[in-house]
């Protein structure tokens, strides 16, 4: 899709197409990301923090006005504004920005789906503390199928409400969402970091749907988006009770987003990231940092949601996300692989990108769902063709389970 804002700053140009895309399912207002967006100066994070935090903030005492149903729909696309207000301070973790303007989003969105049936807030038991999220029960009293939910490296549980699970509950589908480790509300609440061991996220989660009487327990499907098109696929690959996975993308290896802005081969920078000392490839990342706004904005979130010091620590980590020991093979449920032909993190249309890796290594039933340019929907995870996205992948749960 052409870059149609912040010339030279694909990052900024992509989290304003990701905050459009909820418009769809009301989560933002076009006109709104346009005005705001227009406020702000290219590659700056002050300025970025500022204008959405100022545009939630005035739709948030709007909404204080406002009948029932329209302080809904105002708090809903404020969640939204306040969630991309703190986006880009995780450099920083201390900064009082973050947990102000976090804390406005949930309590926003929370306060909007109190006026939305069928939808509540829960918390699953998880080793010491709990997993926070939402589940979405569809109408009627025979059990459903059910599709649990997780976001991504960045990703929240309240933005999931436009990215599937309003649309799988208007389908019939229960819905659960969740933030697992490394996810907003369990860093912001219990400082709890990504692991890749997904599928101890994971069965928790089903555990808890195992007390619903009105979930068919032979129809539960898993989705997830961005990292978690490498993290679902892997939970998938030791929990049994999942009778399908959806990778919105796929990756194989996490890794790759950020080696292939490196000038090495991916192997070599395996083997060096964990060194005590490194100074070669320091200076190297330094580079990428500041050649590219997307890596410069990825360390920085990077070591947030990895409890990690530094940019190599956090690359050190990052590169033990991946399906490559055999994990993916040892998927038996069936999998649903999607697909952007321009994405920024796992570009390209050839057989070599993340998401047909993935398909490549799985031995079980398995779909590829690409999305093009043509459609809107050729960015990572399609956020300009959130409709298109949801329809497609229910129409496969619905012929899948």
């Excluded at 149609?4 to 990301?33: H, K």
């Excluded at 804390?103 to 998880?126: K, M």
């Excluded at 926070?132 to 960045?154: C, E, I, Q, S, W």
């Excluded at 399906?323 to 649903?336: Q, R």
Aim: hydrophobic share 40%; charged share 20%.
């Amino acid at each position: 899709m052409k870059q149609l804002m912040f010339e030279g700053d694909t990052q900024f140009w992509f989290e304003t197409l990701r905050n459009l895309g909820f418009a769809s399912y009301g989560g933002s207002d076009v006109g709104e990301i346009i005005a705001t967006a227009s406020r702000i100066t290219t590659g700056d994070y002050d300025s970025w923090h500022d204008a959405w935090l100022a545009t939630a903030e005035r739709l948030a005492a709007e909404a204080a006005t406002m009948h029932p149903i329209s302080a809904r729909d105002t708090l809903l696309r404020a969640s939204t504004y306040y969630r991309a207000a703190e986006f880009f301070l995780h450099g920083n973790p201390d900064d009082p920005r973050i947990t102000y303007a976090y804390d406005r989003s949930v309590e926003c969105f929370r306060t909007a789906i109190a006026h939305v049936p069928g939808i509540s807030a829960i918390e699953i038991p998880y080793e010491n503390t709990v997993l926070r999220g939402y589940f979405y029960r569809a109408p009627g009293a025979a059990p459903k199928p059910t599709l649990v939910m997780h976001n991504g490296f960045d990703g929240a549980a309240e933005e999931l409400h436009f990215f599937g699970a309003s649309g799988g509950q208007e389908r019939g589908y229960h819905v659960l969402t969740f933030d697992g480790p490394g996810q907003p509300s369990a860093i912001h609440r219990d400082q709890l970091t990504f692991r890749p061991d997904w599928e101890n996220v994971v069965s928790p989660v089903l555990d808890f749907l195992a007390d619903d009487p009105g979930v068919d327990p032979a129809r539960i499907a898993l989705l997830g988006v961005s990292l978690g098109g490498c993290l679902a696929p892997r939970a998938a690959a030791y929990e049994p009770r999942l009778a399908a996975v959806v990778a919105v993308d796929g990756v194989y290896d996490t890794g790759t987003a950020l080696t292939a802005h490196l000038p090495l081969e991916h192997e070599e920078v395996v083997q060096r990231a964990g060194a005590e000392h490194d100074e070669e490839l320091d200076q190297m990342i330094a580079t990428a940092r500041a050649n590219s706004p997307v890596m410069r904005w990825a360390y920085d979130h990077g070591r947030y949601v990895t409890g990690t010091a530094t940019d190599r620590e956090f690359l050190a980590a990052y590169l033990q996300y991946h399906l490559k020991d055999g994990t993916a093979e040892k998927i038996t449920c069936p999998v649903l692989v999607c697909e952007a032909v321009d994405d920024i993190f796992y570009a390209g249309d050839s057989t070599d990108t993340e998401p047909r890796k993935l398909y490549a290594h799985l031995t079980g039933p398995r779909t590829l769902l690409t999305f093009t340019e043509e459609e809107g929907a050729d960015a990572h995870c399609h956020p300009g063709a959130l409709r298109l996205t949801v329809a497609r992948i229910f129409d496969w749960l619905d012929e899948t389970i």
